[in-house]
């Protein structure tokens, strides 16, 4: 059927079962003539609501993929074993031949696979990022998730059928950053930061052609994503270009007198007592002394749980809904990407008479951060 576009034309809006693949030609706009010439801007945009909303999964191995599609993910994201994601744990990510065969699986059942391309190229390696781009094209990716300008410059001009997804980390909060990036760039999707209400997250929905996905369960991040430097002054190693916030050379675990010290880079993060679970230090979520009180002092470690959120997530138009995690393991995909399945299918049926079930959230607490959940800036009764 034809649906109207934001610039007052139509556009072919084909309803899709997730059980049916869709080739890459099919699902986007030709770009081809008008990335070309001088104005990005001209391209038809996206429309704003999607037919259905996508559950997007992490996928930080090819288990953890087989995991999310077999569980009901519409699309995972992933990326290389190096720099250029913001994931880039040791043991972590994929080798071409395990992205060959993941986006092969994907595809055979249906699903997208997002390349996430979302760190910003250290200086004199340009070189390594477009090679993952051009990696991403050859293999058939169905979107690649970008931060830094120069990368979705050099994706726009060199593969205009490939979908360009503005990553978390390009720290866009607001609707005219993200039209700059559709004028310039051609963008179709936006990733939000964590930092944004439910109010401000539907005004950018209304406000922008570009498709927007928003964070629904996992590690909570209160930084302005993209741009933090905080571990980078105990590690010396920038989360932003390196691609991690406490890469694993510099974490220490010390036992002293029965307790757990963690360490970062020698610097004293937390320290456990015993039988007291002990999480991956990052600087943010330590503990540390303020006035001889020993606290939390930036955020605790917790997770955002968005369950009983989705029925306004898919009534303002959110395109996707987003699962953290590709540092985790495939159990975690797996029942985190069952729970939420099952919940949007739900909300979707009937959103007026949606309840998020106690099951629903048993299951998801069981994974989350500390054992604890939180609404995050989606709801800030503090204010």
Not at 91 to 99: H, I, M, Q
Not at 319 to 325: L, P
Request: with cysteine; glycine share 8%.
């Amino acid at each position: 059927m034809n649906v109207p576009d934001a610039g007052g034309g139509t556009v072919c809006a084909k309803r899709v079962d997730r059980g049916q693949r869709v080739s890459r030609a099919s699902r986007r706009v030709d770009r081809t003539q008008c990335v070309g010439g001088e104005r990005v801007a001209d391209c038809p945009p996206m429309t704003q609501t999607p037919p259905t909303i996508e559950l997007v999964a992490p996928a930080g191995s090819l288990a953890a993929l087989k995991a999310a599609v077999q569980a009901g993910a519409d699309a995972v994201y992933l990326g290389l074993k190096n720099a250029t994601n913001a994931r880039n744990f040791a043991g972590l990510n994929f080798t071409e031949a395990d992205l060959r065969s993941g986006v092969e699986l994907a595809h055979r059942m249906g699903r997208q696979v997002l390349f996430a391309i979302n760190t910003f190229p250290q200086a004199g390696r340009g070189a390594e990022w477009r090679a993952a781009i051009d990696a991403a094209h050859a293999l058939g990716a169905d979107a690649v998730i970008l931060a830094d300008p120069g990368l979705m410059a050099y994706a726009r001009d060199r593969y205009p059928d490939l979908r360009l997804h503005l990553s978390v980390q390009g720290s866009a909060t607001h609707a005219d950053a993200i039209e700059l990036m559709r004028e310039q760039f051609g963008i179709r999707r936006a990733v939000l930061p964590r930092v944004l209400t439910l109010a401000e997250v539907e005004r950018v929905v209304k406000q922008t052609s570009v498709q927007i996905e928003v964070f629904g369960f996992g590690s909570l991040c209160v930084m302005a994503e993209g741009r933090c430097l905080l571990s980078s002054y105990a590690t010396g190693d920038s989360p932003n270009n390196k691609g991690v916030c406490s890469p694993a050379h510099a974490v220490r675990w010390q036992e002293q007198g029965g307790q757990l010290d963690a360490r970062l880079n020698d610097i004293l993060i937390d320290r456990y007592a015993p039988g007291e679970a002990a999480g991956y230090p990052t600087l943010c979520k330590g503990r540390f002394v303020v006035d001889g009180d020993v606290d939390h002092v930036l955020e605790e470690p917790t997770s955002l749980n968005a369950l009983s959120l989705l029925p306004r997530l898919l009534g303002m138009g959110v395109a996707a809904i987003k699962i953290e995690g590709r540092q985790r393991s495939p159990a975690y995909v797996a029942q985190v990407v069952a729970t939420l399945r099952a919940a949007l299918d739900s909300a979707r049926a009937d959103p007026a008479r949606f309840s998020a079930k106690p099951e629903w959230q048993a299951s998801l607490v069981r994974h989350a951060e500390g054992t604890q959940v939180t609404q995050g800036a989606f709801d800030r009764p503090w204010k």
